[in-house]
C-alpha cells in the first residue's frame, strides 16, 4: 500500500511556478544570475525555493498567526496542493481571502478539523497529550530554514521536553503510554507539591513557622491550655451590675491619691528645707569675748563705750536669731501637722482603693465577660483551622508519597520495557548507523535509549551518536540520518516522503554530502525524498559526484528558480513576506 506522498503544489495566479513531484529523488535548483559569485560558495535566497517549505505547511494546517504577512501579501492567492494516499489523489485547498478554512476534496473545513482528519490518516494518532498531526509533520517535512535544522530530535519548536519526547518516541514505535504517564505522574506529584507548600504558606500556618515553635501539634496543644485557662477563669468570676460604677470610684480614689502623693511631696521638700534653716541658725550665733579676743591679738583696742555698743549689738542679734527660730519652729510644726493629716488621708484612701480593686478582681463586668467568651472562640477556631491544616498537610504528604512510589514503580516497569523492546529499536539503530557509516566510515554511531530514572517528567532518554569531530556538520549529518530512519523504520505514520531545505547541507563537508545524494538516488525508489539546492551546492555536487552527477542531479531536478528576473522566481513577482 503507498504511503503518503506529494504530487503538485500550484496556486491561481498564472505567475506561480507549479511544482510536479514525482516518487524518488526530488531537486528543486536555485540558481543565480552572477556566476562570479559560485566561487565563494554563497548561498542564494530570494528565489522562493525555501518559500516552497512554507506553503506545503499552509496547505498542511499550519498556524494562520505565523502566516499573516504572507497572507498580508497575497491577499487574492489560492494554493492547491495534491498529495497521494494509498493510491488516491487528494486535493488540499487555502485561500489566503478565508486562511481560516481548508478544503479538502471539494469539503471546506477548519483547520483544527483538518488536522485531526490528516492525523487519523496518517498517524493513527491515540488520545495523548500533545502527540499531533502538526507536532509529528515537521519530522518529515523540517519548516524552518535554520533553527529547525539544529537538533535532530527538535523539527519544530516544542513547549516542553516532555512534548518534545512524545512526538519521537511515537515515531520511534516506543510505548507512549509509558511516556504519557510518568509525565502526568510527575506533574501530579508537582501539584502535590505546590499545594503543600500554599498549606504551609497559609497566614495562620506561616504565623506557625515562624514562631521558635514550629511543631503544629505542639501549637494545638498549647491553644488547647490557653482555653482550659480562660475557661477556669471565667467559671470564677461573677457578673457585677455594678462593676462600671465601681470602675469610676476606684479611678476617682486612684486621682486622688496620685494628688496627695504630689501634695506630700511638696510638703516633705519645705519640712527639708526649714530644718536645714534651723540648723543654719545655731551656727550663726555671735560670742562678745570671741570677737574682743581677736581684736587684742591684732593690737587693735576698744574703748568702753564700743564695748558697750558690742554689748548691745550681741544683745540685739541673739534676739533676732531666737524670735527667728521660733517663728520657723512654729512653720515646721504646721508642716508636720499637714504632713500627718495628708499621710493619714492617703492611709484612709489606699484602703479604700484596694477594697474597690478586691472586689473588682473578683467581679467582672458583662461586656468583659463576653470579650472573655468571644477569645475562647476565636482560640477554638484558630485550633480548628490548625486540626484542618494539619490534617490536610498530613493527607498530602500521603499523596506525595503514594505518588513518589508510583515514579519508582513505573521506572522499574520503564526499565523493564527498555529490556524488552531492545532487539526492535536495534534495527532502527543500525539503519541509522548503515547510512551514518556512508559518511564517517571510521566513527561510533547509532541510536540509544536508555531510562530517565528519577523524579522527572522524562520517562526515556533516546539520543542519535555520530563520534567523529564536533561541530555543526556532524548535528546536521545526525538529523540527516534520524529523518531518515523514522521514514524507512519509523513506526506509527503512513508517510512516505522526507523534504528537506538546503541549509541542512550547510557545514557538511562536500565528500559527505555527495555520500547523502547517492544513498538517496539509491534507496529513494517507491518513497520520496525532496531536497532544495543552492547552485554553489549543484556545483559542488557537480565536482564530487562526477560521472554520477547527471543521473543524481540533473536527471532529478524538477524545478529550477532564479533570480535573473522576477518571472523565474517562485511566485514569479517581487514581494516581500516575513514569517514568526
Request: overall charge neutral; proline content about 1%.
Amino acid at each position: 500500500m503507498e504511503k503518503f506522498i506529494l504530487k503538485s503544489l500550484s496556486a491561481n495566479q498564472d505567475s506561480f511556478k507549479t511544482i510536479n513531484f514525482k516518487k524518488g529523488l526530488n531537486i528543486i535548483a536555485a540558481l543565480h544570475k552572477d556566476e562570479d559569485s559560485i566561487k565563494s560558495k554563497t548561498t542564494y535566497n530570494g528565489v522562493g525555493k525555501s518559500l516552497i517549505i512554507k506553503i506545503i505547511h499552509y496547505c498542511l494546517g499550519a498556524s494562520v498567526k505565523s502566516y499573516k504577512s504572507f497572507i498580508s501579501a497575497l491577499p487574492d492567492w489560492k494554493f492547491t496542493l495534491i498529495v497521494s494516499i494509498n493510491n488516491q489523489d487528494i486535493v488540499i485547498q487555502r485561500e489566503n481571502k478565508n486562511p481560516k478554512k481548508i478544503i479538502l476534496n471539494e469539503e471546506e473545513m477548519s483547520i483544527d478539523s483538518f488536522n485531526k482528519k490528516m492525523g487519523e490518516l496518517l498517524f493513527k494518532i491515540p488520545d495523548i497529550s500533545y502527540l499531533t498531526f502538526r507536532n509529528l509533520l515537521p519530522f518529515f517535512i523540517r519548516k524552518d530554514d535554520r533553527k529547525d535544522y539544529v537538533s535532530f530530535d527538535t523539527p519544530t519548536y516544542y513547549h516542553s521536553d516532555y512534548t518534545k519526547l512524545v512526538n519521537n518516541a511515537y515515531l520511534l514505535g516506543l510505548n507512549v503510554y509509558l511516556v504519557d504517564k510518568k509525565y502526568k505522574l510527575k506533574k501530579e506529584l508537582d501539584e502535590i507539591n505546590k499545594m503543600i507548600k500554599e498549606i504551609k504558606n497559609n497566614s495562620t500556618i506561616k504565623q506557625i513557622f515562624n514562631s521558635k515553635e514550629k511543631d503544629i501539634n505542639l501549637s494545638i496543644e498549647e491553644l488547647d491550655n490557653k482555653i482550659n485557662k480562660l475557661n477556669e477563669n471565667l467559671s470564677n468570676y461573677e457578673v457585677a451590675k455594678d462593676y462600671e460604677e465601681v470602675q469610676k470610684e476606684a479611678d476617682n480614689i486612684a486621682q486622688k491619691i496620685n494628688n496627695l502623693q504630689n501634695q506630700k511631696f511638696m510638703l516633705e521638700t519645705k519640712i527639708k528645707k526649714f530644718q536645714i534653716s534651723l540648723k543654719n541658725l545655731e551656727i550663726k550665733d555671735i560670742d562678745k569675748n570671741y570677737l574682743l579676743k581677736m581684736y587684742e591679738e591684732i593690737e587693735i583696742y576698744f574703748s568702753d563705750q564700743l564695748k558697750k555698743r558690742l554689748d548691745d549689738l550681741e544683745k540685739f542679734y541673739s534676739d533676732m536669731i531666737i524670735n527667728r527660730k521660733k517663728v520657723i519652729i512654729n512653720q515646721l510644726k504646721g508642716l508636720e501637722k499637714r504632713l500627718k493629716d495628708t499621710n493619714d488621708e492617703l492611709s484612709i484612701l489606699q484602703k479604700q482603693l484596694d477594697e474597690k480593686n478586691r472586689y473588682l478582681g473578683e467581679h467582672k463586668a458583662l461586656d468583659m465577660i463576653l470579650e472573655i467568651k468571644d477569645e475562647i472562640e476565636n482560640l477554638k477556631r484558630q485550633k480548628e483551622d490548625l486540626n484542618k491544616y494539619n490534617e490536610l498537610l498530613q493527607e498530602y504528604r500521603k499523596k506525595k508519597l503514594k505518588k513518589e512510589e508510583q515514579i519508582l514503580q513505573l521506572n522499574q516497569e520503564i526499565d523493564e520495557y527498555i529490556n524488552k523492546v531492545k532487539n526492535n529499536f536495534t534495527i532502527k539503530s543500525e539503519f541509522f548507523r548503515k547510512i551514518a557509516k556512508l559518511l564517517y566510515p571510521t566513527a561510533t554511531s547509532g541510536l540509544t535509549l536508555n531510562i530517565n530514572d528519577g523524579e522527572n517528567q522524562i520517562a526515556f532518554l533516546i539520543n542519535a551518536k555520530i563520534d567523529a569531530d564536533s561541530s555543526n556538520g556532524i548535528n546536521k549529518a545526525k538529523i540527516f540520518c534520524y529523518d531518515n530512519t523514522l521514514l524507512f523504520k519509523g513506526e506509527n505514520h503512513n508517510i512516505g516522503f522526507v523534504f528537506h531545505d538546503s541549509v541542512l547541507f550547510d557545514g557538511i563537508d562536500e565528500i559527505q554530502v555527495a555520500e547523502m545524494f547517492r544513498f538517496l538516488y539509491t534507496e529513494y525508489i517507491s518513497n520520496q525524498y525532496i531536497t532544495t539546492l543552492n547552485q554553489n551546492q549543484i556545483e559542488m555536487l557537480k565536482l564530487y559526484l562526477k560521472e554520477d552527477y547527471k543521473n543524481i542531479i540533473e536527471d532529478n531536478t524538477i524545478l529550477t528558480l532564479t533570480d535573473k528576473s522576477e518571472k523565474e522566481k517562485l511566485l514569479g513577482i517581487n514581494v516581500e513576506i516575513e514569517f514568526e
